[in-house]
């Protein structure tokens, strides 16, 4: 059962299609950023990339949730899509903690003095 404390918003299977193509971009600019972490060993580009890994799985949540339920989660905190993600059979549950553990990155990698560690990037 999905909470009504989640603000949603209606979409369709047309708007599923394009979040995910979305996801995918994003995730292949991750891959390519991530491989200039490898070249270099310069860790800024680890938090570039895992940032925009975080921004695939955000997308593909969104993606997933139009496909499913005709709508996503569209509140102020991106964890609320967990929760519509989590209503999604099969594998909804898997999903939606794989968002969490890509969330949990999230503030790190984009607002963090640090950068992430190459660990929390393959994790991304």
């Known amino acids: 059962m999905v909470r ?5 918003q209606t979409c369709s299977i047309a708007e599923a299609r394009t979040r995910l ?4 971009k994003f995730l292949e600019v ?3 950023v991530a491989h200039e972490t490898g070249d270099t060993g310069d860790l800024e580009y680890a938090s570039v990339s895992a940032t925009l890994a975080v921004m695939s799985g955000i997308a ?17 905190d991106h964890r609320e899509a967990e929760t519509l993600l989590a209503a999604i059979e099969p594998g909804g549950r898997q999903a939606a903690g ?3 553990r890509l969330l949990g990155l999230k503030d ?8 992430v560690g190459s660990q929390q ?3 991304a």
């Open 4 to 8: 009504s404390a989640v603000r949603t």
């Open 21 to 24: 193509e979305h996801a995918r």
């Open 30 to 32: 991750a891959t390519l």
């Open 60 to 76: 593909a949540s969104d993606a997933a949730c139009c496909k499913a339920l005709g709508r996503r989660a569209r509140g102020q």
């Open 98 to 100: 794989s968002l969490q």
């Open 108 to 115: 790190e990698a984009q607002y963090g003095f640090y950068d």
């Open 121 to 123: 990037l393959r994790t």
